[in-house]
């Protein structure tokens, strides 16, 4: 889908500080980078008020399943198995895959669960060493 351009010069409806770098595809309104509202980052931009509207008539979907930061740290606890290195690699590359994934998320999500996983990984590969060769 083409992103809406607005008029060269043209100032954002909510910040009239600052030039306009897209339009609402919805009611056409002025955005600037800080007005804009999107659902992923490559999606077309919404202006606020659609955006509010848009959260008023959309029912979030509710979580089904296990969290990805959880699985991994479960995948991370398993690992500790010795002897089963396929585990502990899967856990690892789970786990880092999650973290990178996770990079900029805010304080109570952060980054806790992948590294926890990813440093019981390692530490249930190198008993896995441990015990193979010694």
């Not at 992103?3 to 909510?14: D, I, K, N, T, Y």
């Amino acid at each position: 889908m083409t992103q809406p351009v607005p008029p060269e010069g043209a100032l954002c409806g909510g910040h009239s500080d600052s030039v306009a770098t897209s339009l609402c595809p919805r009611c056409g309104a002025f955005m600037c980078p800080r007005c804009e509202n999107r659902v992923r980052p490559e999606s077309v931009p919404m202006c606020p008020a659609c955006w509010t509207l848009r959260a008023s008539k959309v029912q979030s979907v509710p979580a089904t399943g296990i969290a990805p930061a959880t699985l991994g740290l479960i995948a991370g606890v398993v690992a500790l198995i010795p002897l089963c290195p396929i585990i502990q690699v899967v856990a690892l590359v789970l786990n880092i895959i999650v973290w990178v994934h996770n990079r900029r998320a805010p304080p109570p999500t952060g980054r806790w669960k992948p590294l926890l996983g990813m440093g019981l990984a390692v530490l249930g590969m190198g008993i896995t060493a441990l015990l193979r060769y010694r």
